[in-house]
């Protein structure tokens, strides 16, 4: 009897543990091209991947923003958690976007606890479009810049997202 009722409560421990775990240990996400909904990036060394959580499930904050055939194109990203709270936010964009290639960023933004650093235009910054899929919905690619507030960068590396709408 004793036996179960310890058995029974690590049970019971374990549940509870795993209930309140508030979100799995980011994971730069592989470089794809199938519309799979992914974003990830370093920053500062630091993974980032775009997510929100609910009690039973993590859910990807990614917005494509595109106007054809101007070729405006912005991406929003945020992680959120199960309570609603923004924890971060990071978002960049580019013009003239019509084919795959390589263009430079015309804007990007990083926010977190108070930060909202902007675009270093003094930096090279690069944003290349694996797939450009107007036909299926699928826009893939890989970005990297820095953002500064203050005088203080923040690198944004290894970013690779693959965006199915």
């Known amino acids: ?10 049970f019971a421990a374990l549940f509870v543990l795993q209930c309140t775990r508030e979100a799995p ?28 959580l609910t009690p039973n499930l993590l859910q990807h904050q990614i917005k494509l923003d595109y106007s054809y055939p101007l070729g405006l194109f912005n991406i ?20 003239e976007v019509t084919e795959e290639g390589e263009y430079p960023l015309t804007n990007a933004v990083y926010s977190k606890d108070g930060i909202r650093a902007v675009l270093d235009t003094t930096q090279e910054n ?13 826009f893939s690619g890989l ?5 500064i507030e203050d ?10 997202f ?3 709408i």
Do not use: W
């Open 1 to 10: 009897m004793k036996k179960t009722k310890i058995l029974l409560l690590s």
């Open 76 to 95: 929003r990203t945020h992680q959120i958690s199960k309570e609603g709270d923004y924890i971060a936010s990071l978002s960049f964009g580019s013009k």
């Open 151 to 160: 005088g203080v960068p923040y690198h944004i590396t290894k970013g690779r």
């Open 25 to 52: 240990p980011p994971i730069l996400p592989k470089i794809t091209t199938t519309g799979s909904n992914n974003f990830g990036c370093l920053i500062d060394g630091e993974v980032y991947v775009a997510y929100k």
């Open 126 to 138: 690069h944003l290349t479009i694996l797939r450009f899929d107007i036909k299926n919905k699928i």
């Open 162 to 164: 693959d965006i199915g």
């Open 143 to 147: 970005f990297e810049f820095t953002v």
